[in-house]
């Protein structure tokens, strides 16, 4: 048996639940030509029934079926595994973005979508694998534990974060009190170079409500002129 080098990389795993019969291949064969490994699962109740084999490094979800259904499916792979969740949804309802969210979605992508955006978000998010290592860090109010993908409040209570929000608040506990510019924020949590505020704005809220709620403190995260900063208390 041949193992990877020091030098060579693993090809990132998609793993790709979609049920529409024109639609499935084309996502495989996008995937694959870009060195990746595509690993297609086409009939809904068999990726509600079972769990995943192997853990992916991305999952893709382009599923036609009922919004309770969908979200369902979100939790259960959640609940599996820290691998990041892209959602493609049928139509812009803000009220469904937001549950999936909820349910640990990273990122939602409201259809249609054209075969050149969506290799560049599977590229985006197998850079954006969870394999890199990181250290922990943490204080008093609050601790990171990469090895768990997890945030602990003071008295260990767990405070369940997706991976954008974990990602964003290890980088900004990286350096306390650290201004961290948008556009830095951006390339160094999704991979891209280009900040979209709201896309950020959102994260960011999301993660104060989760913090506030665990740890009564809602000046962690401090709003600067560009950017965001860590408080330490």
């Not at 990877?4 to 996008?30: F, H, M, S």
């Not at 995937?31 to 992916?56: F, N, S, Y």
């Not at 403190?217 to 002129?225: A, K, L, S």
Request: glycine share 6%.
């Amino acid at each position: 048996m041949l193992f990877p080098t020091e030098n060579e990389k693993i090809p990132a795993r998609v793993y790709v639940v979609c049920d529409q019969n024109a639609t499935a291949p084309i996502w495989g064969y996008l995937i694959r030509e870009k060195g990746l490994v595509a690993i297609l699962e086409t009939v809904v109740e068999r990726a509600m029934q079972h769990a995943l084999e192997d853990v992916p490094d991305l999952i893709v979800i382009d599923v036609n079926i009922s919004h309770v259904q969908r979200m369902d499916l979100c939790r259960k792979y959640r609940a599996l595994t820290s691998s990041p969740i892209l959602l493609f949804l049928p139509a812009n309802h803000e009220s469904e973005i937001l549950e999936a969210y909820q349910a640990g979605v990273d990122e939602c992508v409201v259809k249609p979508i054209s075969p050149a955006i969506f290799l560049a978000k599977i590229m985006v998010w197998s850079r954006r694998s969870w394999a890199q290592p990181m250290a922990s860090v943490g204080n008093g109010l609050l601790k990171l534990d990469p090895s768990n993908r997890s945030a602990m409040g003071r008295g260990g209570q767990e405070i369940r974060l997706t991976n954008l929000e974990f990602r964003l608040l290890h980088l900004l506990m990286s350096r306390p009190g650290h201004v961290y510019k948008a556009d830095e924020i951006m390339q160094s949590v999704w991979g891209i170079d280009k900040a979209d505020l709201t896309l950020l704005k959102n994260v960011v809220y999301r993660l104060r409500k989760k913090l506030e709620n665990s740890t009564g403190d809602t000046q962690v995260i401090q709003t600067e002129p560009g950017g965001y900063s860590f408080t330490e208390k």
